[in-house]
């Protein structure tokens, strides 16, 4: 299976901060990674796809990079309502799996 | 709009079944491949089961293989997970996704599966 790893688990920042997460693949997955913005009771909210490519209607200071093995998720300006848990997720092989997710608490 | 319901969560002793459904609307259901994603009490997301847009492409996650059976009905825009011989681990909250590139793009709102005695 493809170990994700995400890093750091907890995330402290201020609004306005530029946040960074970061996923490692345990094995080259090409793009196919995907990430996810995920609120307390609420189901995942698509981010990005293919690393890079900003779902439909998802603010542009969310930005997603990385091939291979390494991959980033950017906010470059936080917003009171990115206090939230992200994950990522790769679709190269079976089982899909998931990072364990990084959760951005208020400073 | 597209929207996924899911319904079936409930509270079953160890061994024993339940069936889940998810109901879509809002797009073409048979053009789009879906999947159950769990997740446990404060756990991150568990990826479960896949199937392709025609029913024949079928993934499972290893620990629910012969435990779990993941179909769908096209003619009733509905996904099904008949869950069998359920364990204490199998308790979380299940969501039906839409995915046509292997995750997913629309999700339900949850059904809640607790597995005790």
């Known amino acids: 299976d493809v170990l994700m790893t995400q890093s750091p688990s907890t995330l402290s920042a201020s609004v306005g901060d530029r946040v960074t997460i970061t996923c490692r693949a345990s094995?080259?997955?090409?793009?196919?990674l995907v990430w996810y913005q995920q609120k307390p009771g609420k189901a995942p909210k698509l981010l990005i796809y293919r690393a890079s490519t900003l779902q439909s209607g998802v603010p542009s200071r969310f930005s997603g990079s990385g091939s291979g093995t390494e991959f980033t998720l950017t906010i470059s300006s936080l917003q009171p309502d990115d206090f939230a848990t992200y994950y990522c997720?790769?679709?190269?092989?079976?089982?899909?799996?998931f990072g364990q997710g990084t959760k951005v608490e208020v400073k | 709009e597209v929207q996924l319901v899911e319904s079936g969560g409930g509270l079953v002793q160890p061994g024993g079944s339940l069936r889940l459904s998810c109901a879509a609307s809002?797009?073409?259901?048979?053009?789009?491949?879906m999947s159950w994603v769990r997740q446990a009490p404060g756990k991150a997301l568990e990826w479960v089961a896949h199937?392709?847009?025609?029913?024949?492409?079928?993934n499972y996650l290893d620990s629910v293989k012969g435990r779990f059976t993941i179909s769908r009905d096209n003619a009733k825009n509905s996904l099904y997970l008949q869950m069998n011989s359920l364990r204490a681990e199998d308790t979380a909250v299940y969501y039906c996704s839409q995915g046509g590139g292997g995750y997913g793009v629309a999700w339900g709102q949850g059904t809640l599966v607790i597995v005790s005695s």
């Open positions: 094995q080259s997955i090409s793009s196919w």
């Open positions: 199937i392709g847009n025609d029913g024949r492409e079928l």
């Open positions: 997720q790769q679709h190269d092989h079976y089982p899909r799996t």
């Open positions: 809002g797009f073409t259901f048979g053009r789009f491949s």
